[in-house]
């Protein structure tokens, strides 16, 4: 179905979006097509209490160094490595460990001197792996040069700097803590359900998120299936993983009938062939638009649906509860 029957959902709702958006830390410029997203990924409750505020500052800082590195994947590396400078094991306070790693972030030497420079404010100089500062701002070059730039690959430079499955598990488990909601909430737009409602709040929530494909992990990375399961299973709603199951399993709706909050709308050759889905928002500036992870290189943001070829078709998964 085309977008063209979306004046119902009114400016109320219209109000509510940019609310959203707002409240998400982002600028929206008058065109639509043209909104420019800023990562802006609030510590959760666990970050708060389980971080020593002079490293979450840290991460945080670090992290802003490397475009697509999410400053929780560098927190949850320094909470696997040494409970964020608090672990008593042997190489984090003092001598290096029976492998030879030193300090907070666990470097080698010769990996530590790879990335040491240069230095970082607050840090010690000539550099040291000790130093927390210099620790931090090493292992966001190091995680930089392997795969976190622009978001490439995350688990990639996850696994280059401890190479087991494990780890990048363990690593990928803490990032999405550090960036969970406490609890999904329902917010004042003129969606059909509360399902609905609590899933455009979540898929709102994400922007400026990575683009990862294969991803569904807040503030690593969503592709743009991942993205609408993970909205709706905030929302208690199960949904299959890639955007064709998605459009196979869905309530479809019949050509003509007006999108609403939290519709699911699919683009692609054929209803064989789809390859992008994304969450109907509302209307901003006139235009439809949806809230989405378009492609490698970008991040989740708002998009016109006029930017996009005529959809394939829509769905309506509020329609299961």
Not at 49 to 74: D, E, H, M, N
Not at 214 to 235: H, I, K, M, N, R
Not at 299 to 317: H, K, M, N, Y
Request: glycine share 10%; with cysteine; charged share 10%.
């Amino acid at each position: 179905m085309s977008a063209r029957n979306v004046g119902a959902v009114g400016v109320a709702l219209a109000l509510g979006a940019m609310t959203l958006l707002a409240a998400a830390g982002v600028a929206v410029t008058s065109a639509v097509g043209q909104a420019t997203t800023t990562s802006r990924i609030a510590p959760s409750a666990e970050a708060s209490a389980s971080i020593p505020a002079a490293y979450l500052a840290l991460y945080q800082a670090a992290a802003a160094t490397c475009p697509g590195l999410p400053w929780t994947v560098l927190a949850a590396i320094g909470t696997v490595e040494s409970s964020n400078g608090t672990s008593d094991l042997p190489g984090v306070h003092s001598g290096a460990n029976f492998a030879g790693a030193e300090g907070p972030m666990q470097f080698e030497p010769a990996t530590f001197a790879e990335y040491d420079l240069p230095v970082p404010p607050g840090g010690a100089d000539p550099p040291n792996p000790y130093d927390p500062a210099d620790a931090v701002y090493a292992a966001a070059r190091d995680l930089c040069a392997n795969g976190a730039r622009g978001a490439a690959d995350i688990h990639h430079a996850i696994y280059s700097y401890n190479h087991t499955a494990a780890y990048v598990r363990e690593v990928l488990s803490y990032a999405a803590a550090y960036a969970r909601p406490s609890a999904p909430t329902v917010p004042a737009i003129d969606a059909p359900t509360d399902a609905a409602a609590v899933a455009v709040s979540y898929a709102l929530d994400q922007i400026g998120t990575p683009y990862v494909w294969g991803a569904e992990t807040p503030g690593v990375g969503f592709d743009c299936s991942g993205l609408t399961q993970a909205a709706y299973a905030a929302a208690g709603i199960s949904l299959p993983r890639s955007a064709q199951e998605q459009y196979d399993a869905g309530s479809h709706l019949p050509a003509g009938d007006p999108l609403e909050p939290g519709d699911l709308v699919f683009f692609g050759t054929s209803d064989m062939a789809v390859d992008h889905v994304g969450q109907y928002v509302g209307t901003q500036g006139g235009q439809a638009v949806m809230v989405d992870a378009p492609h490698a290189g970008t991040d989740v943001q708002i998009d016109a649906l006029s930017d996009w070829p005529a959809p394939t078709g829509a769905a309506r998964p509020s329609e299961l509860v």
